[in-house]
């Protein structure tokens, strides 16, 4: 059975670790395993691991972070090139994939850190050395790092790989530099066809958009590393990959998890039967309350106690009286006698709304959301959320801070609502749309590339 990371005292935890000694699913649990440089550091301003890892832990999921991260400079640079290693970066690997001169090479170290520690699942962040450094155009590091992750499934097949754009660097800081900057956009506008061909490939991968998560110069502290309000945001903007590629596990068999509107008072109405029941102390009710979906919480007072181990069907109900119109997520969280946590697939129900409201993300509160794609040519979509009525204006500013459009301008009533812009007339580069709706104001960055 899956194990969970939690706190037992010390007697129960002894019990647990036996009881999973002979237990034959012990080497079940999703295994993650981490690949960058300096800023994938664990103790740099804290850095982006343990937030995602709480993240994860926080919502149920069951995992296991593997590998050492090592502050032994002699093991550093395990594998994307040659020896060479840059001594002041000691993040989990200080991988890099551009030193001047080499040729790409599949790094027996690294393949000996896969061996020993067989993960289910790899996050791959490139480090800006590879752009400050390098010699090699943003098209040949990309074409490395293709061959890079083509490796690692030649290894292993089935792994899934999570990867990460470049973070952005800010003018200002003291390892800023232009030209790498620049190198950064090219290099990133690359990876979604890169990503997309190895998806039709047949493998698992999925692309993170670091680069859009740093918004704020403050958000990085020298031109290039993350500060302290940096690192919760690359946290976040891992987490729906990461917990996707983890997936969920729920040992009691279930027949069947239902939800359904009660229509005369919208409220919703959570059946599920299991077969039989494992170690079940019972369940909890969880609803996905964030908007956009991704932070699923316990709902209060939905414990339904377990029957502990049973081969006798069991019904269960619930129903939950506080959701507001739109799409709710549910799943079931189960607890195991000594503490493990495993999740049920997910469900979900839709409440009517206000007619000629979106009622698919009703919002809770003002939302402006990273436009979609991005890098774009010449279109892309923005998508934001008003809470109640508003005057709202959206303008896009260019780097100088100078306005080039307003998108929109006028009252809007509570609901989603998402436009459509187009930089036709603009020329490539970095840009910033800007929403203001009554007290409310949210810049976000957005890339035209041709």
């Excluded at 979604?192 to 740093?214: F, I, T, W």
């Excluded at 956009?292 to 414990?303: E, L």
Aim: charge should be neutral; aromatic fraction near 10%.
């Amino acid at each position: 059975m899956n194990k969970s990371h939690t706190h037992r005292p010390l007697a129960a935890l002894l019990l647990s670790l036996l009881s999973a000694l002979l237990s034959p699913d012990v080497l079940s649990a999703t295994k993650v395993m981490l690949l960058g440089d300096s800023i994938t550091e664990l103790n740099w301003q804290g850095g982006y691991r343990p937030l995602l890892c709480k993240k994860l832990l926080d919502a149920g999921y069951v995992f296991d972070f593997v590998g050492t991260n090592t502050s032994n400079h002699n093991d550093t640079n395990l594998g994307f090139a040659f020896p060479q290693a840059y001594w002041d970066h000691e993040g989990y690997t200080s991988a890099t994939i551009d030193i001047p001169g080499s040729v790409w090479q599949w790094s027996a170290k690294l393949r000996n850190k896969l061996a020993a520690n067989s993960p289910d699942i790899m996050l791959v962040l490139l480090g800006v050395n590879d752009i400050t450094n390098g010699t090699r155009s943003a098209a040949q590091i990309a074409n490395t790092m293709s061959a890079f992750l083509d490796s690692i499934w030649a290894f292993k097949p089935a792994i899934k790989v999570v990867l990460s754009n470049l973070t952005p660097m800010f003018p200002g800081g003291a390892l800023y530099n232009a030209t790498a900057a620049q190198k950064i956009q090219q290099y990133n506008a690359l990876l979604p066809a890169m990503v997309a061909a190895k998806v039709q490939a047949g493998r698992y991968c999925e692309l993170v958009d670091n680069y859009s998560a740093l918004t704020l110069s403050s958000d990085v502290e020298d031109g290039v590393h993350p500060s302290v309000t940096g690192y919760p945001k690359l946290a976040n903007a891992w987490y729906p990959a990461v917990s996707a590629a983890i997936g969920v596990s729920f040992p009691n068999t279930l027949a069947f998890f239902n939800a359904s509107l009660i229509p005369q008072n919208n409220y919703v109405r959570l059946d599920w039967k299991t077969i039989s029941e494992i170690n079940n102390s019972g369940i909890f009710v969880q609803k996905d309350t964030s908007r956009p979906v991704g932070g699923f919480k316990d709902i209060s007072g939905s414990f339904q106690q377990g029957h502990g181990t049973t081969s006798v069907a069991q019904n269960y109900s619930y129903t939950d009286s506080t959701a507001k119109p739109g799409k709710w997520v549910y799943r079931l969280k189960q607890v195991d006698l000594d503490g493990t946590v495993n999740l049920s697939e997910p469900v979900t129900v839709d409440i009517p709304g206000i007619a000629g409201v979106d009622d698919e993300l009703m919002p809770a509160s003002f939302t402006l959301e990273q436009n979609y794609p991005n890098p774009f040519n010449p279109t892309t979509t923005i998508r934001y959320g008003l809470p109640h009525k508003s005057n709202v204006t959206l303008k896009v500013y260019n780097s100088l801070g100078q306005q080039v459009a307003v998108v929109l301008s006028g009252e809007q009533g509570i609901g989603s609502y998402e436009v459509k812009f187009d930089g036709a007339g603009l020329a490539s580069g970095m840009y910033f749309y800007r929403l203001e709706a009554g007290t409310y104001v949210e810049t976000k960055k957005l890339m035209l590339i041709r």
